[in-house]
């Protein structure tokens, strides 16, 4: 049972590359969820799904789109790099929303610089 | 939406002496409040966590205090040991609908000293 795993642990971009990050869970969780994290700036919440097929917006998604094609698997997805977005970046996952099942498990992130 | 301020930014401690966090939020409509533990490099962990329906939760040496009137909660370390130096986060979720939210605060880093 690995839990969360994301793809790659490091990335160098240069300003208006592509690229795609991905987020695996094997625990069979309804919801998952894209943070990006900055210093003295604690997590931020970029986008987030509820389901398969389904995403939504959290407070930072501007920059940023999103895919939930399988249960399993979150894509985030950064069309055109800015430096802005150099972060590191976590992937979550919870069984549900409802009390007790939304405890949110985190991968160990990427770490993407873009220069 | 939610808002919520941690402090302090940093904490040091001697070791076995005791470590407070606060944290206060804004949408009285929260209801879920976890702390994460998150090591250099690593990813944020679950250590504790509290529900609006309760005031004080403990867990071995890590208690969680709730003021739901006040808005505002806190993290107790007692007994402080090396292992426990770590950036230390709280959080703030709300239902709505069916998506449940957790809103960071900007952690505190915490050094427990020799």
């Known amino acids: 049972n690995a839990g969360v795993t994301q793809t790659p642990k490091f990335r160098v971009l240069k300003t208006g590359q592509s690229m795609t990050l991905l987020c695996a869970q094997d625990m069979n969780h309804e919801y998952m969820y894209w943070y990006r994290q900055d210093p003295g700036m604690g997590l931020r919440l970029i986008h987030y799904s509820v389901g398969e097929g389904t995403t939504a917006k959290g407070e930072v998604p501007d920059g940023y789109n999103v895919s939930r094609l399988k249960k399993q698997n979150f894509l985030l997805g950064l069309e055109s790099a800015a430096p802005s977005q150099t972060s590191v970046y976590f992937c979550a996952s919870s069984l549900s929303f409802r009390k007790n099942t939304d405890t949110q498990y985190f991968g160990p992130g990427t770490r993407l610089t873009v220069l | 939406g939610e808002n919520v301020e941690q402090h302090p930014s940093t904490l040091s401690v001697q070791e076995g002496d005791s470590a407070v966090i606060k944290c206060t939020y804004s949408?009285?409509?929260?209801?879920?409040f976890p702390w994460y533990k998150q090591e250099l490099g690593k990813r944020p962990q679950l250590i504790i966590d509290?529900?609006?329906?309760?005031g004080e939760k403990k867990d071995q040496r890590i208690a969680v205090t709730l003021n739901k009137t006040a808005k505002h909660f806190s993290l107790h370390i007692t007994e402080t040991q090396p292992e426990d130096s770590a950036v230390y986060f709280c959080?703030?979720?709300?239902?709505?609908?069916?998506?449940?939210?957790?809103?960071f605060g900007t952690g505190t880093r915490l050094q427990v000293t020799l």
């Open positions: 949408d009285s409509a929260s209801n879920y």
């Open positions: 509290i529900r609006s329906n309760v």
């Open positions: 959080a703030a979720s709300m239902r709505s609908g069916t998506a449940s939210k957790l809103t």
